[in-house]
């Protein structure tokens, strides 16, 4: 996991407040920095308001959920984390897109999870050349 500090989670904030933003926390401090990042959870909430593209991995969508961002919508989450998804339709699939907001389980389906974020900001021809382009030790 990587340790984020503030400084880092705002200036990723303020680079994806343009056409998106990945929501990526584990269950390990300090990592929920998120959590206490008000302007992090601003720049969330406006990207939101704007139609961007939302995607959450691990815990990740429980932000999008306490913000009332997913609703009732489908999502997915690490295991464990699933009753935090408050009103969500949960998922027992690894990726989920429902309109514009992607979640995933965690770091063991990050690529699928990349891959479908590909296909979004692209389009499923170029996700499925990249799919074909990567090693996959099956």
């Known amino acids: 996991a990587l340790n984020m500090d503030e400084e880092t989670v ?4 303020r680079y994806w407040e343009r056409e998106g933003l990945v929501v990526r926390l584990s269950d390990n401090p300090p990592e929920f920095v998120f959590h206490s990042c008000q302007e992090a959870l601003n720049a969330l909430r406006y990207g939101w308001e ?3 593209y939302v995607a959450a991995i691990c815990a990740g969508p ?4 306490e913000l009332g961002i997913i609703g009732d919508r489908r999502a997915t989450c690490y295991p464990g984390f699933e009753g935090e998804l ?3 339709t949960v998922s027992d699939k ?3 897109t429902d309109g514009n907001i992607t979640t995933a ?6 690529l699928d999870f990349a891959l479908r974020l590909c296909e979004i900001v692209t389009d499923a021809k170029t996700a499925d050349k990249i799919s074909k382009s990567i090693y996959k030790n099956s």
Request: net charge positive; with cysteine; glycine share 14%.
């Open 94 to 96: 690894s990726v989920v």
């Open 62 to 65: 429980t932000v999008l959920a």
């Open 10 to 13: 705002l200036n990723a904030c």
């Open 105 to 110: 389980k965690g770091m063991g389906v990050a």
């Open 50 to 52: 704007k139609d961007r």
């Open 86 to 88: 408050l009103g969500a």
